[in-house]
């Protein structure tokens, strides 16, 4: 791995946003290729964060700091990736469900799927079934991720996933759950594919879903 790959990896682990545009920037001046940088230097900086935080060695505050320094790196390279042609892993659309505020966790999780190469569908929080659907409809994803902070709020999962089957688009998407009340054993009585504890456990299901389909 070169010095600025490193470097990259680096500051994506300190969280470092100013020094991964300046780093980024460097390394295209010198001639890297887009994807060079994207795939080794700030995805294994990412994917540290990811063994970190589920080791419970970093914290929220500073996995968000490490998604702002990978958006950051994301921001230059985004429009060159997609100039060069770079397939992208697939399309995922995350939402907070229906009366909840709270999208810290799906914040992350979006910000995790990027890192890992999705094009991301954020359709925000205290978002109803029907827009859920709608987004299917409209962007075609791979995958459907839904958060919920509230015992409260949980039962709109379930209420969405029967959207999805009464509009004819739950066959063609798979779909995950999480949030603090969320467990594997709810996502299975609501018919979920999948539960993420966390939001790099998050992004690995929905990779395994996109590689899937």
Do not use: W
Not at 158 to 182: F, H, N, S, W
């Amino acid at each position: 791995m070169s010095r600025i790959l490193e470097k990259i990896a680096t500051a994506i682990l300190e969280g470092d946003g100013e020094q991964i545009t300046k780093l980024v920037n460097k390394g295209i001046a010198e001639g890297m290729t887009p994807s060079d940088i994207m795939d080794n230097g700030l995805l294994v900086g990412m994917n540290e964060v990811g063994v970190r935080f589920k080791a419970g060695d970093m914290f929220v505050p500073e996995v968000l700091m490490s998604a702002e320094a990978m958006q950051a790196g994301t921001t230059i390279l985004r429009p060159l990736l997609t100039g060069a042609g770079a397939k992208q892993v697939g399309k995922v659309l995350l939402g907070t469900v229906k009366g909840d505020l709270h999208d810290i966790g799906k914040n992350l999780v979006a910000m995790m799927c990027e890192g890992s190469g999705f094009e991301v569908i954020d359709i925000g929080f205290n978002a109803d079934p029907e827009k859920l659907v709608e987004g299917v409809k409209k962007h075609q994803p791979q995958v459907v991720g839904m958060s919920a902070m509230l015992t409260t709020t949980m039962r709109a999962m379930g209420y969405t996933i029967k959207a999805l089957e009464e509009a004819g688009l739950r066959d063609t998407v798979k779909v995950m759950v999480g949030g603090a009340p969320v467990d594997a054993d709810f996502a299975n009585r609501i018919g979920a594919d999948g539960y993420g504890s966390n939001a790099p456990a998050g992004a690995d299901l929905a990779k395994k879903f996109a590689a899937a389909s």
